[in-house]
């Protein structure tokens, strides 16, 4: 029963999801709690979880190896990055705490950045949106 959830795309970008956002929303609690400005740390935070993430998300989610599809994985990210910088930014703006602030973005990001890799990175090994 395991295996056969497992096979199920959708099932795994939940799994590989939540290890993810917990990585990437560490890293950038982990540079707000150093001192960092909200921008810095969405930034470096960005930069560490797309390395970490391409594999993750590549290979587990979508069977993919292919190493070349890192660009157009970083230009996804970009679009993520400025969805974050703006949602921090509005959230800033009415005194909402970052970790808060960062917390609530999580799913929406998340979200969008799946539709992204699905649509415009991993294209190539799309059979069906459910399955492998």
């Known amino acids: 029963m395991l ?3 497992w096979s199920n795309r959708f099932v795994r970008f939940i799994v590989i999801g939540v290890i993810n956002t917990v990585f990437g929303y560490a890293i950038f609690a982990t540079f707000l709690f150093l001192g960092f ?3 810095l740390a969405i930034t470096f935070g960005t930069i ?3 390395l970490f993430n391409f594999k993750t998300i590549g290979v587990v989610v979508f069977k993919s190896h292919n ?5 157009k994985f970083f230009a ?3 679009i993520t990055y ?3 910088l703006v949602g921090l930014s509005i959230f800033n703006h009415y005194h909402i705490s970052n970790y808060v602030a960062g917390a609530i973005l999580v799913l929406p990001a998340a979200i969008i950045g799946f539709l992204l890799n699905r649509r415009f990175v991993f294209k190539t090994n ?3 949106n459910n399955q492998s």
Do not use: E, P, R, T
Request: charged share 5%.
């Open 37 to 39: 400005s909200y921008i």
């Open 48 to 50: 560490i979880a797309i």
């Open 82 to 84: 400025l969805f974050n």
């Open 3 to 5: 295996n056969q959830l």
């Open 126 to 128: 799309l059979v069906s």
């Open 76 to 78: 996804v990210y970009g």
């Open 67 to 71: 190493n070349d599809l890192i660009i």
